[in-house]
């Protein structure tokens, strides 16, 4: 289910819509609210299913993906999506405190994991890196 989509008007920011999939209201609102104030556009989803559809369809420049969703994980949507050649940058964002897990994560596609609760400096930082024409 897409929850909203907050589409900014510039060309850069069409040309840079950032898929949000998270399933906690608020952080999915927060992220939606600090992107857009960025000049993001943002698309989120509540769970991998649709999120899997969606980016197929119309693939975003960045993915953040929570690891913890209904139906199924974010290492499972992640190897989905590679699986079909989609090669954006994602971060995956976890509170799942383990080693083993940004391992697995990145060997899954992922291009970085970040702990939750996370500094959105930290988040913009990450995003500046891979989009830095639009930060």
Do not use: N, Y
């Amino acid at each position: 289910m897409v929850i909203c989509s907050e589409r900014a008007t510039t060309p850069e920011a069409i040309a840079s819509t950032i898929a949000v999939v998270e399933d906690d209201p608020r952080l999915r609102s927060l992220l939606g609210l600090v992107l857009t104030s960025e000049g993001f556009s943002v698309t989120s989803f509540v769970d991998a299913e649709t999120a899997l559809a969606a980016c197929l369809l119309e693939p975003p420049a960045v993915i953040l993906l929570d690891q913890m969703l209904p139906g199924m994980t974010g290492l499972e949507l992640l190897a989905r999506l590679r699986s079909h050649g989609l090669s954006c940058p994602v971060l995956m964002i976890t509170a799942l405190q383990d080693p083993s897990f940004d391992r697995c994560a990145v060997e899954a596609g992922a291009d970085a994991v970040l702990g939750k609760p996370f500094d959105v400096d930290r988040l913009l930082a990450w995003l500046s890196q891979r989009l830095p024409q639009l930060l």
